[in-house]
């Protein structure tokens, strides 16, 4: 066997080692807030009591990914030293960029489009960029401890769960159950309800992450941080002398994150990982590792192609897949995504807007409405159109397919404590961000106690950031090298394997589920793929002088750069910071009765943002409230006539920044159907135009059963038996297959009514009565 070559030494000058650092602990910062923060993957619009909401916060953390990499190649184009690989990443980027561009020109919801494109570009971006800083064995080292400490503050976090905070929210909700479902606007005795009450006694566990499917997802790729970490120890103590690390350390460590998936109970990741593992346990022990990979690969993807007729075939014909209720509904996300695809096949529906448009093509049985269609395949393809799916599978599948899965003949061996000084960086400028930053995005304490506020100050607060460090430090102390107290670190073909296989059991677990599209699973997955593209032999060589760069390509960067900037926070970041402050404002003053200040904040933000349609819509509403339940705490400025025209102006605006949204035309229908009660003289006129708006709304929602009934009522009230005969019978039919599929899914339950008792009653008798 060839010795490995001994590097210890850095050829880069100080000043670009530097900035490369800096750089590297900024993407790392990232990886680790995004990992211990649950960012929706639609961000929301001032859904949270903050000073910073999931909007900004997403915006703020995708412009550090984007600017860092954008300087990175500033760097690298006037110093000529950076190393960069050539890979197909690049061009599946430009490609997925592409696409994402001409959804959002052709999306109902703009705002929504940008911001969604935004968050899902920037870490795919900085995987790219990642294999450009990934130049030395020490930082994939470093790199890959990160993520497997954050699969330890996972883990604790999950326990946590499990063990007391699911338990505290369990008893508080047996207590009192206003006090869970007020904050959230949840209706007693609706379906809502019965969903949300299933959550809480189901004690869902999902770390930092929305769902346990996307923790569960989170959990395979650190658990196979920790195997490559804890393999390439194994192999060292066979063949170094004297032996490198400790094992029984990194043993324990993988234990415990190993834990954390299985808290989850997700049983689509942990048979993703035992697949994986599979997979694993076969390329380590076969002497063609790179052969027996890319058959892996293949079979996987013709099988794939094979199953998808089957699935489509078994679906049309029964109604559901094999699978529970799990598989049922997922059949009807995937129907219903067919069909928005069908319409839209070229530029899909825009980043963001599948929640509004899925309304369109939901199944009338069906239960939830979703975000988000389930699948690793139909997510891209139905936001972003066929140029968005093929660039994200070109960015995703391509370094699995060319990696080699060869060992590096580089031993490095750091000189003096640099290794130490960059992994103390990596912890110590995380924890910091986190620690500053954790009171602005969480939500302030409501307990009463204070052991309640002590308990709550250490879970949300302090704990996740003492974990984080802690495991970084055992990590490295598992790492350090026997005696000496130094380091020897190399990565050999066992390390990309245990990547190449992680990543694949991620990409096998999101066939059905969309955890990788979630900010904190996609970020980690980019730095995974970094890491594996990074291996390669060829892009751990050492830089290489390039020719000079033209003084006016530099020139030209520069300029897009700062033009890159100016777009990027004047017409992304700021607007919405604005917009969605002042909501959040507008938010507490209604809570406070200033109802009046709640409007001009609105009125406001509506103007800061020309995009979004939350302010508006949200203004609109506001007005049709204050009609309803006029306050006696407000001076009166404007007659209730007044409050009817300022809510049809407001509720104009929402619906033109969101066309295929059906609530801005629901609310236009209650604000001519409140006129025709103003005005008697008018009535007829006014009862038109509500059944128009109303006809529009059900024209985006047509399987809403209280819509159909709306309809029916405005139709009988404008002489219209006919129509309104027929939306009585929809309106029995949609809740009848509704309650059908409630029994199907849930046969120990009491059927709940989707749409109000009284209405569906009063439906039957008017359809009798109509049908005579």
């Known amino acids: 066997m060839t010795s490995p070559t001994i590097k210890t030494d850095n050829p880069k000058g100080k000043a670009l080692s530097l900035l490369e650092n800096v750089l590297f602990i900024c993407c790392v910062i990232v990886i680790v807030l995004r990992a211990t923060y649950a960012e929706a993957p639609m961000p929301q619009s001032a859904q949270i009591q903050a000073a910073i909401n999931d909007t900004v916060y997403s915006l703020a953390l995708s412009a550090v990914l984007i600017f860092a990499s954008l300087l990175l190649l500033l760097v690298a184009l006037f110093s000529g030293r950076l190393s960069y690989r050539t890979t197909a990443m690049g061009i599946g980027l430009a490609i997925l960029f592409a696409g994402a561009t001409l959804s959002a020109f052709c999306a109902a919801n703009k705002r929504a489009a940008i911001t969604a494109s935004i968050t899902l570009l920037a870490p795919l971006l900085m995987a790219i960029s990642l294999i450009g800083l990934l130049d030395s064995h020490a930082k994939i080292k470093i790199l890959l401890i990160v993520i497997v400490a954050l699969g330890l503050v996972a883990s604790w976090q999950s326990a946590d769960q499990l063990f007391v905070s699911n338990n505290v929210m369990l008893q508080q909700y047996q207590d009192d159950p206003n006090s869970i479902l007020q904050p959230l606007g949840v209706q007693p005795g609706t379906l809502n309800h019965m969903l949300l009450e299933h959550r809480i006694y189901s004690k869902d566990v999902r770390a930092s992450f929305t769902t346990s499917n996307s923790a569960g997802s989170f959990a395979i790729l650190t658990s196979f941080a920790a195997i490559a970490l804890l393999a390439e120890l194994l192999k060292d103590r066979k063949t170094s002398s004297p032996p490198s690390g400790n094992p029984l350390l990194a043993g324990c460590v993988l234990i415990v994150v190993l834990f954390g998936l299985a808290l989850t109970h997700s049983k689509g990741a942990i048979a993703a ?56 509904v997922r059949w009807q996300y995937w129907h219903a995504s067919a069909q928005m695809v069908a319409d839209h096949p070229l530029t899909g529906v825009g980043g963001g807007n599948f929640a509004t448009l899925y309304h369109r093509y939901k199944h009338a049985c069906a239960p939830e409405t979703i975000t988000d269609p389930h699948s690793l395949f139909l997510s891209p393809l139905t936001q972003y159109g066929p140029l968005g799916l093929l660039g994200f599978l070109i960015i995703v599948l391509a370094p699995l397919w060319r990696t080699s899965l060869s060992s590096s003949n580089t031993l490095e061996r750091p ?310 005969l027929k939306h009585y019978r929809e309106t029995v039919q949609i809740e009848d297959s509704f309650r059908k599929q409630f029994r199907l899914m849930y046969p120990d339950r009491q059927v709940i009514s989707r749409m109000p008792s009284d209405k569906y009653l009063l439906a039957k008798k008017r359809l009798e009565a109509l049908s005579k």
């Open 273 to 328: 990982f035992l697949f994986a593992a599979v997979i694993f346990a076969l390329l380590v022990r076969t002497k063609r590792p790179k052969l027996s990979k890319n058959v892996i690969l293949a079979g996987a993807a013709v099988g794939l192609v094979a199953l998808v007729p089957v699935v489509a075939w078994f679906g049309l014909r029964f109604g559901q897949l094999p699978g529970g209720n799990s598989m049922l």
């Open 415 to 724: 000189a003096g404590t640099r290794f130490k000084k960059l992994a103390i960086a990596c912890i110590i400028a995380p924890v910091l961000v986190m620690l500053l930053l954790r009171p602005f995005i969480i939500p302030p304490s409501t307990a009463s106690t204070l052991d309640e506020k002590l308990y709550i100050l250490f879970t949300d607060y302090i704990a996740p950031a003492v974990t984080f460090a802690v495991g970084v430090i055992l990590l490295m102390k598992a790492l350090e090298t026997v005696g000496n107290n130094g380091y020897s670190l190399q990565n050999t073909s066992v390390t990309a394997i245990a990547l190449f296989a992680g990543l694949l059991g991620v990409l096998i677990h999101n066939l059905i589920d969309f955890a990788i599209f979630e900010p904190g699973v996609l970020t980690t997955f980019c730095a995974v793929l970094a890491c594996l593209v990074a291996l390669d032999l060829q892009t751990l060589r050492q830089p290489k002088a390039v020719r000079a760069t033209p003084g006016w390509l530099k020139a030209a960067a520069i300029g897009a750069f700062l033009i890159i900037g100016y777009g990027y926070f004047n017409y992304a970041l700021l607007p919405v910071a604005k917009s969605t402050a002042k909501i959040a404002k507008a938010r507490r003053s209604i809570e406070l009765g200033w109802v009046y200040l709640a409007h001009n904040l609105l009125t406001d933000a509506t103007e800061d943002d020309a995009l979004s349609p939350d302010a508006p819509a949200m203004n609109g509403r506001l007005y049709l409230q204050r009609f309803y339940r006029p306050s006696v705490q407000q001076p009166q400025m404007l007659t209730r006539l007044d409050w009817l025209n300022e809510a049809e102006q407001a509720l104009f605006i929402a619906a033109q920044r969101n066309p295929e949204d059906y609530k801005n035309f629901e609310s236009l229908a209650d604000v001519y159907s409140l006129r025709a009660k103003l005005h008697p003289d008018q009535k007829n006129h006014w009862l038109n135009e509500a059944f128009a708006a109303a006809s529009v709304a059900l024209s985006l929602y047509p399987g809403d059963a209280e819509l159909h009934f709306r309809l029916a009522q405005l139709a009988e009230e404008t002489g219209q038996p006919d129509t309104a």
